[in-house]
């Protein structure tokens, strides 16, 4: 059976950083395209970041470089490491893979909260 178990959000100050983990497992990690979106209170859906098979990291063009992704195929893990956090950062955080294919699924969450 097929799970996706985020780890690593909380309450941070702006400015600050967290290191966001994705737990993958049933399925073959390594093989997936996975991806990070949030969604922030109220707002809709928002790509974050992605990662191919071969670890090429891909964002949005309006992405400003304070976040990075990256992943272990030895653990299965999927990574999000955020800098220089602001409020708007504050969102549900969710794990994806397969982000629009036919075999999307997702993971339920972790909460991020920028706040002083």
């Known amino acids: 059976q097929v799970h996706l178990v985020e780890s690593g959000g909380g309450l941070v100050q702006p400015g600050g950083s967290l290191k966001l983990s994705c737990t993958a497992s049933?399925?073959?990690?390594?093989?997936?395209?996975m991806a990070w979106v949030r969604q922030a209170p109220g707002k809709g859906l928002e790509w974050v970041s992605g990662?191919?098979?071969?670890?090429?990291?891909l964002r949005p063009d309006s992405a400003t470089g304070r976040f990075t992704i990256s992943r272990d195929n030895a653990k299965n893990v999927l990574y999000l490491q955020m800098n220089s956090l602001n409020t708007e950062d504050t969102a549900l955080y969710h794990c994806v893979r397969g982000l629009l294919g036919p075999d999307e699924y997702w993971g339920q969450g972790t909460q991020v909260t920028v706040s002083s």
């Open positions: 049933g399925f073959s990690f390594s093989t997936y395209y």
């Open positions: 990662i191919n098979t071969g670890g090429h990291a």
